[in-house]
């Protein structure tokens, strides 16, 4: 009874602390907000009658406005109607073969297309993980991977957890648990979706190489379309192809659409995912506007002009990380990736950095607890092709400018902030 009593309590005071960060956000206007638009420009939205250039949107090639995606799910609403409301284990509308033969061009690899990232994962993971693997995560991988991992713990597979990007930490791992175990599946992010820094592929290729027994699972959500041969991605552009590796990414960022990507080294996985998956199962398909947008941002990705987007984000990041520099924000990777991270440490000073630059006319994603670590808060921004280079510089500047001013007000320093990042002062 004093065990479940204790669950329950830390239950509750784990709810409680989510409430108050819900309620501190959602009462400040900087969460949990609503835009006000009719129409979309890509840059800017109105929260509360007030115009705020938006550093919030994933979709980081400005596909979502794509006159071609926009007549693609237009076309296929004419024909098909909203929704086609079966299960792929009956049937699959006429738009899915297409699409999933594009995929597989794209990737160079079998491709089974499912209603979402997570809804892949819970497809694919437990019938990639067998009774006698044992999985390890990375600690900063997906919320929707370890939700999908959390399925297996019924079966009693095994399941660990390591430091972030510790290849050092893996290694050893992997030498002690290939004595008892089939697989041993490391589990991680192409492109972390807090911190904007890159998995260390080369390393996990030479792991691959080395032991027989290491499979990777990867999600390359934030990595789609902005990197890689045919927007393929982040984790396509430094490892093609591995024949133990099995990738999975997102439609509803960089490629301006929705959808998730299941990849497949080999045909008799892809068969088992795509024939009886549980979510292929039990969940609808995606509706025909959005099978018409996927099939638009197929042929784009397909096509030579994936390749002058990219360039043109790239200079916008490019740009961004030079700006950071020179105004001595506190950027944490100083990767090339459009997701960037400014480290503020404790949440009030995050509270006081949104409203700043609210207040300034700019609106960033405020990464507080439980996304990151309590001490760990920061603003995330998402440089996407619709910004400019003066929206980017005007953003570095409001930073520079109030964060100084916001650390004084919540008794904070960089100093403090390097601490709780673990960074040198």
């Known amino acids: ?12 005071q784990m709810l409680e602390l989510l409430d108050e960060i819900a309620h501190t956000g959602k009462s400040l206007g900087i969460i949990l907000q609503n835009i006000e638009d009719e129409q979309l420009d890509g840059r800017n939205v109105h929260v509360n009658g007030k115009k705020l250039l938006n ?7 400005g596909l979502e406005l794509d006159p071609r995606m926009i007549a693609g799910a237009i076309d296929a609403t004419t024909r098909y109607g909203t929704q086609f409301a079966s299960t792929r284990s009956y049937l699959s509308l006429t738009l899915y073969k297409e699409i999933e033969e594009l995929l597989a ?37 997906h919320a929707t991977v370890q939700e999908a991992v959390s399925l297996l713990v019924e079966r009693g597979v095994k399941i660990e957890k390591i430091r972030h990007n510790r290849m050092d930490m893996l290694e050893d791992r992997i030498k002690e648990l290939s004595k008892t175990y089939d697989k041993i599946w490391y589990m991680a992010d192409g492109i972390y979706s807090m911190f904007g820094d890159a998995a260390p592929l080369d390393e996990i290729k030479e792991l691959l190489d080395r032991y027989e027994q290491f499979y990777l699972y990867i999600d390359d959500a934030h990595g789609m379309s902005w990197a890689g041969e045919n927007g393929a991605g982040y984790v396509v552009s430094k490892l093609p192809y591995h024949s133990k590796m099995y990738l999975t990414t997102s439609l509803a960022k960089g ?4 959808g998730g990507v299941l990849a497949f080294p080999e045909n ?39 390749t002058i987007m990219q360039s043109q984000l790239q200079e916008r990041v490019m740009f961004f990380n030079q700006m ?40 960033t994603s405020l990464s507080v607890f439980p996304s990151v670590s309590y001490n760990n808060t920061g603003m995330r921004i998402a440089i996407n092709r619709h910004h400019t280079n003066e929206d980017i510089e005007r953003l570095v500047k409001a930073i520079a400018k109030n964060l ?3 650390l004084v007000e919540c008794g904070s320093s960089m100093k403090e902030i390097n601490r709780y990042f673990k960074l040198p002062n």
């Open 324 to 363: 950071a520099k020179l105004y001595e924000v506190p950027v944490l990777s100083d990767a090339a990736t459009p997701v960037r991270f400014v480290t503020l440490g404790k949440p009030q000073v995050g509270y006081q950095m949104v409203t700043r630059l609210m207040n300034e006319g700019m609106y």
């Open 1 to 12: 009874m004093n065990t479940n009593n204790e669950l329950k309590t830390k239950h509750q």
């Open 105 to 141: 061009q794209m990737f160079k690899m079998p491709v089974a297309l499912a209603q979402t990232t997570g809804l892949g994962h819970i497809a694919n993971i437990p019938i990639l993980v067998g009774d006698n693997d044992v999985v390890i995560m990375d600690i900063s991988v």
């Open 55 to 61: 550093f919030t949107s994933c979709s980081y090639l």
């Open 255 to 258: 490629f301006g659409a929705t």
């Open 268 to 306: 008799n996985s892809f068969t088992r995912v795509h024939n009886y998956g549980r979510t292929f199962i039990f969940s609808t398909q995606l509706p025909p506007p959005m099978l018409g947008a996927i099939r638009a941002s197929c042929k784009i990705h397909l096509s030579g002009d994936i």
């Open 404 to 406: 100084p001013e916001a």
